[in-house]
Each structure stands twice: as structure tokens, then as C-alpha cells.
């Protein structure tokens, strides 16, 4: 019985226990135009091929799948859409670094100053010679301060909102041990933190959904831990480049680190990032340091006659 069969190259990696899948090839054409055409034809079109590429059985619920596109902007080395379970990211940090080690591993860019394309913009990667990866975001800033709102079953909770390439609601001095042994109370906790933030009609500036929360306490291996619960409902094992990024803007807003300062942040898994901002024309640019490892290297093969072909 002949049967079509597609395939789609892929090179897996990790940022701190994050897992980041990079598609290299054989994806449907999407055109030439921006990125946000290109993310817009994706959606559009071809929203099965995200569910295929991150979901079961191919991958799993907590995998960031990234989009590799020829750049609009010549000195781009790359553009990028990131997808995950359940939809499209504007912006990853870890998905980002990931995606400067796989270049390196395709040997497409070696150390030095790399241009990236986003949907929320252009960002800068710098890979040295140990194999770190500095990422400067997009401009990050707090919109609201200590928003105070109800959560069934855990009473009244206050946190900042804050963007760092995505929308974050931010939560200091919660009484849970941000550890692997609360995983089960971080993540029942953040959800209802989230549905709350709906139902209260909470967003971000311009009507922006929060779709991920972030709580942060004390640790001696850095200046911060977090959880953050990304949309899908899964946590973020890396310390979370945007996250991490909506941190600092909210720290440097309060006078708590100054310019240049680093900033240490420790993830639930242990893996650390090092942030520090800089000042451009009165924004907050936030700069993250870290660095991935290639842990794959696939041909996703697409069978029409598999009935989960296209994830689920």
C-alpha cells in the first residue's frame, strides 16, 4: 500500500533543562514575507505541524519547538518562530540560546555578535569561546506594581506585572519551598493564579494576556529562585530567559540592582542564568547569560496513516 510520507528535519537541544527543538528542514514553505507574516501563515495554516512537532508521541508537553526562517533583514544570521503545546511564544530566552547552539553545532555562525528576528523584534546573541550564550532582549518593563487579586484557595495574592518579550505576573514571599518536591502545589498554585488574573479581567498593557506566572524566593546557590508556569501548563526547567528578563525590570525600576549589576536567578532544577541591564534611550534592556547542549539529531517522519500523526 503506498502511503505519503513527509519529513522534517530537527536538531533537539536543552538551556538549563529546557528542552528546545529546532526545525532545520522540510517544513511547508512559508513565503518572504516579515516574521509576522511568516508566524501569521503558520498559525493559520499550518497549526497542525506545531502539535506534531512538540506533542505526544513525538515529544511532550514541556518541549519548545522553534521555527528556523530565513531572515527579512539581511544581517540577521537567523529568524525564529517559537511554538509550544498550545500555541505560539512571542519571545524564548532558552529557546534562544538553543537556537545560537544549534547554528553553532550546523556550523552556520562561530563566536561573536549574532542578529536574531522574533516577533516582538530583533534581539542580540553573543556566543564566546566557552560557549556561552548572552542574549539581549527586547525592552522590558513593569506596567503595574503589587496588583492584588483572589485565588480560590489561597486567598488574597499581590505581584507585579511585567513584560519581557511575554507577559508575566510575578510573586514574591509565597509560603511554598520553591523545590521539585512541591512541583504538584507550584503548579495547582500558578494556575489558579492565572485563572484568577482572567477572571478579574488583569492583562497587560494593550489588553495583552499574562500567560505566565512566576514565583521567586530565597536560595544560597543565587540571588533568586523561581517556578514559572508557562502556557501550557507545564513549568519551565530552565530559570527562564523572559522571566528572568521581566525580573530585572522590575528589580532596576525599585533601585534594587543598578546597570551593569549581575544578577544571579536559579531554576527549580537547579540551572542558573546571569542577568544584568543596560540603559538605551531611557529602556530597560535586559542581558542573559547561559548556554545549551545539542542532546538530537531527527528526522520526524509524518505518516498520513497514522491516526496521531499530528500529536495529541
Known amino acids: 500500500m503506498n502511503r505519503k510520507i513527509n519529513r522534517i528535519r530537527a536538531i533537539d537541544s536543552h538551556t538549563g533543562g529546557e528542552p528546545t527543538r529546532v526545525i532545520i528542514a522540510g517544513f511547508p514553505d512559508l513565503g518572504n514575507g516579515s ?41 540577521c544570521a537567523a529568524g525564529v518562530i517559537f511554538f509550544n503545546n498550545v500555541g505560539f511564544l512571542k519571545m524564548c530566552g532558552h529557546g534562544t540560546i538553543g537556537l545560537v547552539k544549534t547554528l553553532e553545532f550546523l ?21 564566546d569561546e566557552k560557549g556561552f550564550v548572552t542574549i539581549q532582549n527586547v525592552p522590558s518593563y513593569r506596567s503595574a506594581r503589587l496588583v492584588e487579586i483572589p485565588v480560590p484557595g489561597y ?96 528589580l532596576y525600576e525599585e533601585g534594587k540592582i543598578r546597570e551593569g549589576e549581575i544578577w544571579r536567578q536559579e531554576s527549580i532544577t537547579g540551572s542558573v542564568f546571569e542577568g544584568r541591564v543596560k540603559i538605551v534611550d531611557q529602556k530597560i534592556i535586559p542581558l542573559i547569560r547561559g548556554t545549551a547542549f545539542i542532546t538530537g539529531e531527527n528526522d520526524l517522519i509524518f505518516d498520513e496513516g497514522d491516526p496521531f500523526c499530528f500529536g495529541f
Do not use: Y
Open 35 to 75: 516574521i509576522g507574516e511568516k508566524l501569521e501563515l503558520f498559525r493559520s495554516g499550518f497549526d497542525q505541524m506545531r502539535s506534531a512537532v512538540v506533542r505526544e508521541p513525538r515529544g511532550h508537553e514541556a518541549m519548545v519547538g522553534a521555527l528556523l526562517t530565513e531572515p527579512a533583514d539581511p544581517e
Open 155 to 250: 486567598g488574597s495574592v499581590k505581584g507585579d506585572v511585567a513584560w519581557g518579550g511575554n507577559w508575566f505576573f510575578l510573586i514574591e514571599n509565597n509560603e511554598l519551598e520553591i523545590s521539585l518536591k512541591n512541583l504538584d502545589r507550584l503548579t495547582d498554585f500558578t494556575w489558579q493564579v492565572r485563572r484568577a488574573l482572567v477572571k478579574e479581567g488583569i492583562t497587560g498593557e494593550n489588553g495583552g494576556e499574562i500567560d505566565h506566572i512566576e514565583v521567586f524566593g530565597k536560595t544560597d546557590r543565587a540571588d533568586s529562585k523561581n517556578f514559572v508556569l508557562c502556557p501550557g501548563k507545564e513549568f519551565d526547567r530552565s530559570p527562564c530567559g523572559t522571566g528572568t528578563s521581566a525580573k530585572l525590570a522590575c
Open 107 to 127: 556550523e552556520k555562525i562561530g563566536p561573536g555578535l549574532h542578529r536574531i528576528e522574533t516577533v516582538v523584534g530583533t534581539v542580540e546573541a553573543e556566543l
